[in-house]
């Protein structure tokens, strides 16, 4: 079974840029597709973006331009590369691996503020 853990998180400053990863252990990471998930205080959890197991992208709007999800079968990580960060972006950022199953990491803490 996958189990994946996101790393990567902490305090940036407004316009700054994070690189989050979300490391996967088992052999079959690459067949999983992974969407990256935030929840800021006091929200309900939204889908960020996600990568399919082929490598195809998609984000929501208010991230496009900004963000980047990438793969690296070899080390069994995903990335969620943010750029021009913004207050807004405070949250807990989670992966969700989805192929046979569902795997959820637990998160880690991205806090935008000068």
């Known amino acids: 079974q996958v189990q994946v853990a996101e790393s990567g998180g902490g305090l940036v400053q407004p316009g700054g840029s994070l690189r989050l990863s979300c490391a996967a252990s088992g052999s079959l990471f690459m067949m999983y597709a992974v969407d990256w998930y935030r929840q800021a205080p006091g929200k309900q959890r939204e889908l960020v973006g996600g990568i399919t197991s082929g490598g195809r992208t998609n984000y929501v709007d208010s991230v496009k331009g900004r963000f980047t999800i990438s793969r690296d079968n070899a080390k069994n990580t995903v990335y969620l590369q943010m750029n021009n960060l913004k207050p807004e972006d405070t949250a807990v950022y989670y992966c969700?691996?989805?192929?046979?199953?569902?795997?959820w990491g637990k998160g880690t803490l991205v806090t935008v503020s000068s």
């Open positions: 969700n691996a989805v192929f046979l199953e569902t795997v």
